[in-house]
Every structure is written in structure tokens, then in C-alpha cells.
């Protein structure tokens, strides 16, 4: 069975059986109690195939987490914006939290993790050597032959500062294990999953700390394992989930972590990374590194694009995939106008299917209403088939 099965039983069955109720933010179906598993060996990286993912908000939240921030206003640098609703002023000053600035969230995850219970004065702060750093302290752990404790516990669940904080956490509690020596597992409680929108986020955020913190500590990453306390399906998630329950998933992609001297140095790789990965539909690549053509291919300046991006040919990719020849994927509706994901292919194998292409795989299935609606190609140089990137479909 595939993996993201469980996640869409799991959707099914709290529709269906969940206790209706009323609470802060709506009514929910709600089911008390559920665990899912997914596995993480050969890189395999659980981002959920039969719905879109912003997996790179994700995956920086994550590293703001590891660096302990709590200014909203970093993410919002970052284009992130999974916080502004609990960053407003109305929001903090509902939690009575008016001594805070817009944007500073109290000590929320990323403090406790890094600094925990350190007294907390705002997000300008700096906190280094005050606190509890759990977060090292599970890589001190790791790398010290202390690996199989069963004490290696991260928390953001600190009563005394509950109060501080814009939102009580809702991924409280991880625990880390070290099994067969090298293989290195996670479990999560959560004490509230939001099904449609918060639970795919928290196994992919939870999956990449597993990768990462695996491969800083010389392991590989073996399974997630995701407790969830309160379950729940807000009533307006419901059609939309029932619509995704019956969607076939895909395979997962994979990641490829590089490691560094320590833990900051990896985060701060990643985040260089990630600032030069762009996303098109479906597809993920390296800005500077692809260009969309409908023309002859031999006319793309190779050149150009490797002195453009020539420090990435010296660092392997975060992330990849086992290339496949692809047809394009079905239409989307972008600013009322109709239009056709990329075909993401290769030169190589776009010259030798070359004829196919052109004639317009979409045109044969009787996709294309009229000659505008055409495929475009993009096409990677010879040179770039190393360099292989994430196609979540």
C-alpha cells in the first residue's frame, strides 16, 4: 500500500465517523487518537502527491525553526506567510499580548527549541547561551555514542511560557531513535492535526528534520511516525477532501542532504539552495539553469547560463528524482486563461522524441481546443542531466 493512503483513510474516516464540533476556529469532525507511518529509506521524502504542496514555504519555516527565530517578518522576506494570521495586531492583542511588536510570535517553537524557557523580551533578541538548546543537544547525542538513549526528546510544549507565546504549539513533542545502529526514526505527538491544511506540512517539515538531522549525524533516515491527538476536518476542508480521498497517489520524490561542520552550516546551505530552486506547475528547477523554448533547441546559450550559476556546479542538488519521459499534465486555470503545465524533458531526449513533441502529445488526445493552446517545452541542456530536480506529479 502506498503510504498516502493512510492520510486519505485517515481524511475518510474522520468525515465520516468524527464527533461534529463547535470550537475557536469553526465547526470540525473530530476523531480522538490516529498514527500514520511513512518510511524515509533511500531518500524518499513523503510530500503528499494527490494535492498541491508548497513543500518550500515548508521546508523554510523548518529552518526558521532550527535557528530558533520568531520574527514573522523574516518568513514574510521569504515570501512565507504561514504566520501572518497569528502575527497581526488583532491577534496578539486577543491573546493580550500587546507588550509585542506586529510580528514578533513570543516564544514560540523555534525559542524552545533553541532556547528553552529563556526569559523572553521580544524577536530582536539574541538568545545564544541562554536557555536549553534541545535541538543540539539531540545532535551532541546523536554523534557522542549515545544514540540509542531513549531520553532524546525535543519539546515546544513549556507551560511557563504558554501564555508568552501568539499560538501554544500543536506539534508538541519529538522523540528520536537510533535502531540496527545507523537508522534513524522520528515520532511526533501533535495535539491538533488539521487534516485538510496543517498535517501534510507537519509530515514533510518532520521528514526533512529526520533527513537532515540523519545525515549531520552520520545515519540515514529510516521512518516518521506521527501521533496525532485531536484530528479534525474543518466542515468547509470536507468536499475538497473527499474530491483528494479518491485521487491515486504518486511516487514520492527523494532528498539528497549535503552535509556540513555543523548544524547552522547545513541550514544556511539549504536556505542558498532553496533561494535558487524556481517552480513552474509541477516542476522544480534551477533558476538561470532551463529556459522555455519553442523554437530550435540549438539555439539555447549554454554558455551564458553556466557562468550565470557557476557556483551550483561545485554542490549537489537538495533534491531529485528518478527522471521519466513525461507527457504534460492536464490543464489549470491561471488568471482566467487556460494554459498547459511545462513538459519537463531533457534536450537529449527531446531530440530523439523530437517529431512526437512537435506534433503536440496533447493535440493527439484532443486536449487542444485551438492552435494557441499548444505544449511549451522545457528543455535542459546535455550538461544538465546530472542535475536532476523534484517533479512532485
Given amino acids: 500500500m502506498h503510504p498516502e493512503v493512510q492520510y486519505l483513510n485517515l481524511a475518510r474516516q474522520v468525515i465520516r465517523n468524527g464527533a461534529k464540533t463547535v470550537g475557536r476556529n469553526g465547526t470540525t469532525y ?14 524518499t521524502i513523503p510530500l503528499l502527491t494527490t494535492k498541491k504542496l508548497a513543500w518550500r514555504s515548508c521546508l523554510k519555516e523548518l529552518f526558521w525553526f532550527m535557528r530558533g527565530e520568531t520574527d514573522n517578518k523574516k518568513l514574510q522576506n521569504q515570501n512565507v506567510k504561514i504566520w501572518n494570521g497569528n502575527a497581526s495586531r ?6 493580550n499580548l500587546h507588550h509585542l511588536k506586529e510580528n514578533d510570535l513570543g516564544p514560540v517553537y523555534g525559542h524552545q527549541w533553541r532556547f528553552y524557557d529563556a526569559e523572553y523580551t521580544n524577536s530582536k533578541e539574541d538568545y545564544k547561551g541562554k536557555g536549553i538548546d534541545q535541538l543540539q543537544n539531540i545532535v551532541d547525542e546523536l554523534q557522542n555514542n549515545n544514540k540509542t538513549s531513549r531520553r532524546l526528546i525535543m519539546t515546544a510544549w513549556n507551560p511557563n511560557q504558554i501564555d508568552e507565546m501568539a499560538l501554544p504549539p500543536c506539534h508538541v513533542l519529538s522523540q528520536f531513535h537510533v535502531t540496527n545502529d545507523d537508522e534513524l526514526s522520528v515520532t511526533l505527538y501533535q495535539r491538533s492535526g488539521d487534516i485538510g491544511l496543517g498535517i501534510p506540512f507537519n509530515i514533510a517539515s518532520y521528514s526533512f528534520l529526520t533527513h537532515i538531522i540523519a545525515k549531520h549525524c552520520d545515519l540515514k533516515a529510516k521512518e516518521f511516525i506521527h501521533f496525532i491527538g485531536n484530528a479534525h476536518v474543518y466542515d468547509d476542508h470536507a468536499t475538497s ?7 491515486n497517489p504518486k511516487q514520492f520524490p527523494t532528498i539528497h542532504v549535503n552535509k556540513r561542520n555543523t548544524l547552522e552550516e547545513t541550514i544556511s546551505f539549504f536556505q542558498d539552495y532553496l533561494d535558487a530552486v524556481g517552480w513552474s506547475g509541477n516542476i522544480y528547477y534551477l533558476k538561470g539553469l532551463s529556459t522555455i523554448v519553442e523554437k530550435d533547441p540549438e539555439s539555447w546559450k549554454v554558455d551564458e547560463a553556466k557562468e550565470k550559476h557557476k557556483l551550483f556546479f561545485k554542490k549537489n542538488p537538495l533534491l531529485s528524482v528518478n527522471y521519466s519521459f513525461t507527457e504534460p499534465d492536464v490543464s489549470q486555470k491561471i488568471d482566467s486563461r487556460f494554459i498547459f503545465n511545462y513538459c519537463d524533458i531533457s534536450y537529449n531526449d527531446f531530440m530523439k522524441n523530437r517529431s512526437n513533441w512537435e506534433e503536440g502529445v496533447g493535440k493527439k488526445q484532443g ?3 485551438s492552435e494557441k493552446f499548444r505544449p511549451i517545452y522545457r528543455i535542459y541542456p546535455p550538461w544538465f542531466d546530472h542535475f536532476l530536480h523534484i517533479n512532485t506529479r
Fill in 30 to 43: 473530530t476523531s480522538i487518537g490516529a498514527m500514520m507511518r511513512f518510511p524515509l529509506n533511500n531518500g
Fill in 90 to 95: 488583532e491577534f496578539l492583542d486577543s491573546r
Fill in 241 to 247: 477532501l473527499i474530491r483528494q480521498a479518491v485521487r
Fill in 367 to 369: 486536449i487542444f481546443t
